[in-house]
């Protein structure tokens, strides 16, 4: 962001150059958000799970809190249909130590929303419960999370070693969208979630 406020869409013309540039960036000391592709490849090809959670997360950092300083794309990402900003805003809930929350009623609203429930997590998607302790790898998330209760209220939030299976750090805060990206109408530009002054500078490519 510069001093004017204004925030900065880049868009590189490739994945290559996408990643080149962030680690640039993050060189200088600079902070970016980078979109992925929903897809690489040819789009009857199952998205990678990981690289299909980045995309989702950072649609869901772009309708969130904050609008970021600067934010990395590829021509094909700008192209590419997207779904509306209402959409992400809607099915993401946001929780934080402290909050006050039923955990059986947490876990029963995933688990309609199309989370499954098992004994413990492993998978995006999954959601698991303890007594007063759930376990949740939300579908945009790249670690999953441990939220402890005291009766109806969040004592802690913390990231979980899927090998140890066990807490790590706190975090205080989780973000958790309520479905799947798969299952998301894609028929909006990336233009939508530009909300406010944005300067755009084109970095390589053929992007007319």
Excluded at 49 to 65: K, T
Excluded at 100 to 115: C, K, M, R, T, W
Excluded at 128 to 156: H, K, L, N, T
Excluded at 174 to 194: D, H, N, V, Y
Aim: charged residues 30%; hydrophobic residues 40%.
């Amino acid at each position: 962001m510069d001093k004017k406020g204004r925030s900065w869409l880049l868009v590189a013309g490739s994945v290559r150059e996408q990643e080149e540039l962030a680690s640039e960036i993050e060189a200088w000391g600079g902070e970016v958000l980078i979109i992925p592709g929903a897809h690489r490849g040819e789009e009857r090809v199952r998205p990678d799970p990981d690289l299909e959670a980045e995309w989702l997360g950072s649609l869901a950092r772009m309708v969130q809190g904050t609008k970021p300083r600067c934010v990395l794309v590829t021509e094909r990402v700008l192209q590419e249909k997207h779904p509306a900003p209402e959409e992400i805003r809607k099915g993401m809930i946001q929780l934080k130590t402290g909050d006050i929350l039923d955990p059986l009623q947490l876990v029963e609203n995933l688990v309609e929303a199309g989370y499954k429930k098992v004994g413990t997590v492993a998978e995006r998607g999954e959601v698991a419960r303890r007594g007063g302790i759930v376990d949740v790898f939300a579908s945009q998330a790249a670690i999953p999370v441990r939220m402890e209760w005291g009766g109806e209220r969040i004592e802690s939030i913390r990231e979980i070693d899927l090998h140890e299976q066990i807490g790590t750090g706190e975090v205080g805060e989780a973000g958790i969208f309520r479905g799947k990206a798969q299952g998301l109408p894609c028929q909006t530009s990336l233009t939508e979630f530009l909300c406010g002054d944005w300067g755009r500078l084109i970095c390589g490519g053929s992007l007319s």
